[in-house]
């Protein structure tokens, strides 16, 4: 029997459904793993969509960083609801299958708010460097019209950029090993690592995709914080130096958080061969639930005019 025939008779041709494994090697404890995810979940989308709230309601506002913060809300919502729900039915329902065109959707839902995500903390440091150091000119530059072009180009760029990863996956990879992805949702490596076809094409673009997005923005936010805190540094009174800092604190505790577990997971799934795969999948998992939970807390906190006017609301809400 030829190399070819062997290959034909022991793998799949086109799949048309996935089986999702949750976390390999936790799979007896899956259940209760399920319920401090549910809990992150329910209270992520609460803080966020008190945020949102808060933000629409009240006219003082709607200023460029709070409205890049709403736009920051409303994707980590969409974002744990698009792994969150079929993650469950795995750990608590024993429903792996999942539909091939359905998992390459998720796959570029969840990848591309990821990059709207990256590009949003980047509008937000590009709105602090000029509000610190071009004060007087902050109001001319950011713009209502130039936040909505930002929105919409971080929008597109996103969609843009991962639509490939799934056209390559439906166009170049025919044969599968197997239709199980060792993963609890469908991430671009956890599916391409499936096929029993070269996939260094596959691999090269999604690295691509990246470091050319998380690359590109970590290296402009770097830039614009070296230059505020060069700006804030040089400011001759002690007062106006904590006031200048205060407002750029959220929006950096984001920012360490988003990245530091955004490259973390990024390079264990890829280069730690040595960690066990529970470990990976885990941080994959807490990547995508973590940021959504505490950065409505994180400015929630840090931001004046964001805590009054959701204590206000909610003594509302008692009162009546």
């Not at 998992?103 to 460097?129: P, T």
């Not at 950011?142 to 909505?148: D, E, H, I, S």
């Not at 577990?261 to 990976?280: E, M």
Request: some cysteine; glycine content about 4%; hydrophobic content about 50%.
């Amino acid at each position: 029997m030829s190399a070819g025939m062997f290959q034909r008779n022991d793998t799949v041709f086109m799949p048309s459904v996935l089986r999702l494994t949750g976390i390999p090697g936790l799979e007896p404890v899956q259940a209760w793993i399920g319920i401090p995810f549910c809990a992150m979940y329910v209270l992520a989308l609460f803080g966020n969509s008190l945020l949102l709230v808060a933000i629409k309601s009240e006219r003082s506002l709607h200023e460029p960083m709070c409205l890049f913060l709403a736009m920051l809300g409303a994707t980590d919502v969409m974002l744990s609801t698009c792994i969150l729900p079929k993650m469950l039915g795995i750990f608590w329902f024993h429903s792996p299958e999942i539909d091939f065109d359905a998992c390459l959707f998720q796959m570029w839902l969840i990848h591309s708010f990821q990059c709207i995500e990256s590009g949003v903390l980047l509008a937000m440091a590009l709105d602090r460097y000029v509000a610190i150091c071009d004060p007087l000119r902050h109001a001319a530059i950011f713009t209502p019209q130039l936040v909505t072009r930002i929105g919409v180009a971080v929008t597109l760029r996103a969609a843009l950029l991962v639509a490939p990863c799934l056209i390559l996956i439906k166009c170049r990879l025919k044969h599968y090993r197997t239709t199980v992805v060792s993963h609890s949702y469908c991430e671009h490596m956890a599916v391409v690592k499936l096929a029993a076809e070269d996939v260094r094409i596959n691999k090269i673009y999604g690295l691509f995709v990246a470091f050319i997005v998380l690359g590109f923005d970590i290296i402009f936010i770097t830039l614009s914080y070296i230059r505020i805190f060069v700006t804030v540094f040089s400011l001759p009174q002690r007062e106006a130096r904590l006031k200048a800092f205060n407002t750029c604190v959220a929006h950096i505790c984001v920012f360490l958080e988003f990245y530091l577990l955004a490259f973390f997971s990024f390079f264990t799934h890829r280069f730690g061969f040595h960690i066990p795969p529970y470990v990976h999948i885990l941080l994959s998992n807490l990547y995508l639930l973590v940021p959504p939970l505490l950065n409505p807390v994180v400015y929630g906190v840090k931001t004046k005019q964001i805590r009054d006017r959701v204590s206000r609301m909610l003594r509302s809400v008692g009162a009546s």
